[in-house]
């Protein structure tokens, strides 16, 4: 092989590894999209259900633990320590995101965690507009329940505060839960 080809293989090489590791350092957003299966049922349910077309994204997840942002919306009620989502250890604002099929009446919102030690933000959005928001610091129970009122939203954000690896460890979240019509 030509010494000039070899220089532009190692030459591209090198641009590729770095790349690689610039996006790797950088957390990127993760984005999962569930394709709808269902008929929404008639009145109250859960919008955030996998089978009703959810996009859901995550700043960041604990891959060696196959913490997927996905399960937490798969409605297993009591999840293996596989099935649920996690931040990655050094992700300080840590993020969880619901994007719905379309806009919707929320009322409610259910975040279940094995073990609730971060505060958050809970955030509705319709379009790039907040149109509700509350901040929970006292969740001590295992399924905290939020009344939301967020008419005509397309999206539920849940914002950790307190988390990365000087402040408490990654957070875990089992599922969440979008109700309304």
Known sequence: MPRRV?????????????GLIRF????????????????????RH?????RYGPVVRASSAAWAEHAHPGY????????SSREA???????????LEVELDRPRAIDE??????????????ECFARATVVASTFVSDDRGARG???????????VRVTFAGAGPDRGGPVRVDELEVWGS
Do not use: I, M, Q
């Open 6 to 18: 070899r220089l532009a293989l190692a030459s591209s090489a090198a641009v590729l590894a770095a």
């Open 24 to 43: 790797a350092l950088a957390h990127p957003t993760l984005e999962v999209r569930f394709p709808r299966a269902a008929a929404d049922p008639p009145g």
């Open 46 to 50: 859960d919008l955030a259900d996998f």
């Open 72 to 79: 937490v919306v798969d409605r297993v009620a009591a999840p």
């Open 85 to 95: 989502w996690a931040s990655a250890a050094d992700d300080a604002a840590p993020w």
């Open 109 to 122: 919102v259910v975040l279940a965690r094995p073990v609730p030690a971060h505060p958050y933000k809970l």
């Open 145 to 155: 329940r939020h009344p939301l009122a967020c008419p005509g939203a397309d999206r």
